[in-house]
DNA sequence: TCGATCCTGTAG
DNA sequence: CTACAGGATCGA
């Protein structure tokens, strides 16, 4: 589920969690923690109180009134929850926290590939210097997508999917983006022109913003299924189906380990 | 810069 | 059974 629209609806349905004091805090996959110790970061976070909750890129991070933060970064199958009572948490929950007041926010994640740490303010700084521009702020312009992509013979759906340049695209929005920017996923970001530049900018924060509508929509009623909310790719998991533009088949090829969605036909 | 790796579930 | 998955890191 997340890349960033994912990872914001998920951050805005914990926001009530701020303020509250952590009774205790338990892994119950104690490797989502590597290389830290989790019972350390247990016996660190319980009796703190969470003061806020922020999200950059697709990393989330719970501050607490030592100083500290909890960095959850959800990978591939992760989600967190905030449950109005710590017991009933299910199977597929890796760690949990109590809250004062019986409430809890629970971490699940069949995959358990997502990761939990404990962080001080400088190894979070360090950690987010990594990370490049959110996409969606006013400081996205135009201008830094283009000094970001020149000289870069890298190919778009590569740069797009690096957190380095831009923060919070995965598998799917940088193919919906290139899709609707016309641009063809191996084409070097570096070639693009002016027009192209634009179209893809634009794509990227339309793309994203869409689906920060769905995200939020969906992840805001009270956890059950909403299939209809869902984003409506155009090309993403549509092997061999029309694409929606010129009516060819949208083909799958690999890239960087992973299935790249596009339109031989108009992305070019 | 690329492939292997971390894990489990599900679809074909 | 194999292939593949909304991600990122590490070592060659």
């Not at 100083?67 to 597929?92: C, E, F, I, Y």
């Not at 990594?130 to 996205?140: N, Q």
């Not at 992840?219 to 909310?229: C, L, Q, S, T």
């Amino acid at each position: 589920m997340p890349e960033l629209p994912e990872v914001e609806a998920v951050c805005r349905k914990l926001r009530p969690a701020e303020g509250a004091r952590v009774i205790q805090m338990r892994f119950t996959r104690p490797s989502l923690a590597k290389p830290q110790r989790a019972s350390r970061i247990e016996q660190k976070v319980a009796g703190a109180v969470i003061q806020q909750i922020a999200r950059r890129g697709k990393n989330i991070l719970l501050w607490l009134d030592s100083g500290d933060a909890l960095h959850v970064h959800l990978r591939m199958t992760g989600n967190l929850l905030l449950v109005p009572d710590v017991r009933l948490r299910s199977v597929g929950t890796r760690a949990w926290m109590e809250l004062e007041g019986g409430r809890g926010i629970i971490y699940e994640d069949p995959r358990a590939l997502g990761k939990i740490h404990l962080l001080t303010r400088d190894e979070v700084d360090k950690k987010l210097s990594a990370v490049g521009i959110e996409p969606l702020s006013d400081t996205f312009t135009l201008e830094h997508l283009a000094s970001q992509a020149a000289n870069s013979r890298k190919p778009a759906k590569l740069f797009l999917m690096d957190q380095r340049h831009v923060a919070g695209l995965g598998n799917i929005y940088a193919a919906e983006a290139l899709f609707r920017a016309r641009v063809h996923p191996q084409r070097p970001i570096g070639e693009l022109r002016k027009p192209k530049l634009t179209a893809l900018h634009t794509a990227i924060r339309d793309v994203l913003a869409e689906a920060m509508d769905s995200a939020v929509a969906a992840y805001a009623e009270p956890d059950r299924f909403n299939e209809g909310e869902s984003f409506p790719c155009a090309v993403y998991d549509r092997e061999g189906e029309p694409c929606p533009r010129c009516g060819r088949k949208v083909k799958r090829i690999p890239q960087g380990g992973r299935s790249t969605y596009f339109c031989g036909g108009c992305q070019k």
